[in-house]
């Protein structure tokens, strides 16, 4: 099984500064199947990003992601009040899919 | 417009049973890959369990299999969760979701799965 740890657990920004997110995988992830979700309570997961950079239709441009093979990251460029929620990765290649444990990013 | 409406979720106890419902539409469902995602209070997004809708391939997390059967209806367009043997350790929002891979574009809302004595 492919352990995703994901740092750090908690980021309080300020609206417009630069969130850093990472996920680390325990063993490579084939073909970067790599993806990034924002769950925000009692809603439903939405997917920011897949294989690891391709975002997903409708999400706005301040959401990136990169890396590949075990170092992955999602990089929201300029908060927004709404961009507070917790984030997940996961990888899709191998079984069982597995997701890291969440980074909660807090607007001050 | 694509929609995913669970239903079925209730409190049940120890060793019980439930069967989950996952109604969709607004996508070619036997293309797709349906998965079961849940997420335990207060804790993290859990992958539970994954079928290709037209039912011709279907994986489990460890902690499920032999307990819990997922199945598709793509007459119905329509994804179950058939859970038996439920513990403590079930209880979650169980979530319903699609991709056109093992990736989820499409998630449902969730339906409160309770076990407890």
């Known amino acids: 099984e492919i352990v995703l740890t994901q740092s750090p657990g908690t980021l309080s920004l300020s609206p417009g500064e630069r969130a850093i997110l990472s996920c680390r995988a325990s063993q490579s992830v084939t073909n970067n199947f790599l993806a990034w979700f924002q769950h925000k309570p009692g809603q439903a997961p939405r997917l920011l990003i897949d294989d690891a950079s391709t975002r997903a239709t409708g999400i706005p441009d301040r959401f990136s992601g990169s890396g590949s093979g075990t170092d992955f990251t999602l990089i929201i460029s300029s908060l927004d009040p709404e961009d507070s929620a917790v984030y997940y990765c996961?990888?899709?290649?191998?079984?069982?899919?597995?997701f890291g444990q969440g980074t909660k990013v807090e607007i001050k | 417009e694509v929609q995913l409406v669970e239903s079925g979720g209730g409190l049940v106890q120890p060793g019980g049973s439930l069967r989950l419902s996952c109604a969709t539409s607004?996508?070619?469902?036997?293309?797709?890959?349906l998965s079961w995602v849940r997420q335990a209070p207060g804790k993290g997004l859990q992958w539970v369990a994954i079928?290709?809708?037209?039912?011709?391939?279907?994986f489990y997390v460890d902690s499920v299999k032999g307990r819990f059967t997922i199945s598709s209806d793509n007459a119905k367009n329509s994804l179950y969760l058939q859970m038996d043997s439920l513990r403590v350790e079930d209880t979650a929002v169980y979530f319903c979701?699609?991709?056109?891979?093992?990736?989820?574009?499409?998630w449902g809302q969730g339906t409160l799965v309770a076990v407890s004595p």
């Open positions: 079928i290709k809708g037209d039912g011709s391939q279907k």
């Open positions: 996961q990888q899709c290649a191998h079984l069982p899919l597995t």
């Open positions: 979701a699609g991709g056109l891979g093992w990736t989820s574009l499409y």
């Open positions: 607004g996508f070619a469902f036997r293309s797709y890959w």
